[in-house]
């Protein structure tokens, strides 16, 4: 049956073009095996098996020469003529599944859409408009095609990204948690979304104060993981996030600006007004990256405490406050013996706080305080009283300064025990 719009002179042209595609299918499957390897060997596409590559071919150009003489009724098949069956090969899947460019899932029917077109072509007989009509016809047929490859690879490529982000988040959560892990079962995991596990890792978390609309963590997501995958192209990184906190296990054997550089420098613009950034220690390999996870969150929550928004806070730049935010016996008997009897006195706790910030310097720390420099000093007598050290002794100050820390670890605690700024928690939801 003729398809619908078309003259007796095409349709009886389409017609014998279909019989001479259906004669001539072995011969042009052959034509495009012998091209299809020679264009695999010069690198630019995937290698097939020859046998395939002639299956696939004369499977294509059958299913060519019946769309040529044979539509049926609207609704019964896509547009072009093809029959409502899957697509002509598994190859986009194929494609999909290692990880190859979206344009190998095509590009061999794109070949073989020259190889027919040629023959049709070299072998013409009719007018220009029957020849016209004829490659048109073809043109949807393959178009046809194509695009059930594409649905192909898509719809696979879907499937196993979200295995993927599955399996990435299951690894990451387990050594987020603390226990220790077996190294083999995280290298079997790991190789399986084809990450190197012996190579060295490093944890960064992130966080967006104000919480943000699905929107602003789109956006502030879509600028931290440009940075990361900069610095990382093969793109080996372990990732768990929730809206407005984001932690990654990101490689650091890389050539280039090291990781911190690159996150500084973004922080450096617009997102570091809203954005709290710190890195852990490097873990020598995955299966011990689990320590970096928790000094990364750890110093985020810190950093949050201070209000350093817009920089990097590493972990060994807060390990004091890290190890007393995780030992609360130590930090109570720090309060205790050293400033507790400041704790009822916020004004003498601002005034040693400050002090200490202005590197003991009496004046500077009147005009931070917005005060007589009489006053701060009184204020420094009863705190000498009151803790028995001398204010004037860098090792009693030193002193008391690692009790301030400790009380700042205990009211983050307090915080955490709120469900304000539990990190992990969060992650874990």
Request: aromatic content about 4%; some cysteine; proline content about 5%.
């Amino acid at each position: 049956m003729a398809p619908s719009g078309t003259s007796h002179a095409t349709a009886d042209h389409m017609t014998a073009v279909s019989r001479e595609l259906s004669s001539a299918s072995t011969a042009l499957a052959n034509e495009f095996v012998r091209q299809y390897v020679s264009t695999t060997d010069s690198g630019s596409v995937d290698r097939q098996a020859p046998v395939e590559a002639f299956e696939m071919a004369v499977h294509v150009i059958d299913l060519c020469a019946n769309g040529l003489v044979d539509r049926p009724p609207s609704g019964g098949t896509p547009p072009g003529g093809m029959p409502a069956t899957g697509p002509p090969s598994g190859r986009g899947a194929r494609m999909a599944l290692q990880g190859k460019p979206v344009a190998e899932a095509v590009e061999w029917l794109r070949l073989l859409e020259r190889v027919v077109t040629d023959h049709v072509l070299a072998h013409a007989t009719g007018g220009m408009d029957e020849i016209r009509a004829v490659l048109g016809r073809l043109a949807e047929l393959f178009d046809v095609l194509c695009t059930r490859e594409l649905e192909s690879f898509t719809a696979t490529y879907n499937e196993l990204a979200g295995w993927q982000a599955r399996v990435s988040t299951d690894l990451l959560s387990c050594l987020i948690a603390g226990p220790v892990v077996d190294a083999s079962t995280v290298n079997d995991q790991a190789r399986m979304l084809n990450i190197n596990p012996h190579q060295r890792f490093r944890a960064v978390a992130a966080y967006h104060d104000p919480a943000p609309t699905s929107q602003q963590w789109v956006r502030a997501r879509r600028r931290i993981m440009e940075v990361l995958w900069r610095h990382d192209p093969r793109r080996e990184i372990l990732l768990r996030e929730r809206r407005g906190l984001l932690l990654a296990l990101v490689p650091i054997e890389r050539e280039g600006p090291g990781l911190v550089d690159l996150l500084t420098t973004m922080l450096d613009g617009e997102p570091g007004r809203a954005l709290f950034v710190s890195a852990g220690e490097p873990g020598q390999s995955l299966s011990a990256a689990g320590h970096s996870c928790r000094q990364a969150l750890s110093a985020l929550e810190i950093s949050i405490y201070r209000d350093q928004r817009g920089q990097v806070t590493q972990c060994t730049d807060v390990i004091l406050e890290v190890l007393l935010a995780h030992n609360r016996w130590v930090s109570k008997r720090l309060i205790e013996t050293r400033i507790g009897q400041l704790v009822e006195k916020p004004h003498l706790l601002d005034t040693l706080r400050v002090y200490i910030a202005c590197d003991m310097a009496l004046q500077r720390t009147a005009e931070e305080l917005v005060v007589h420099p009489n006053t701060v000093a009184y204020r420094l007598r009863q705190i000498a009283t009151l803790t028995g050290r001398d204010m004037r002794r860098i090792t009693d100050i030193g002193d008391l300064n690692v009790a301030l820390m400790a009380f700042d670890a205990i009211q983050m605690r307090r915080d955490r025990e709120e469900a304000r700024t539990d990190l992990r928690a969060r992650l874990f939801a």
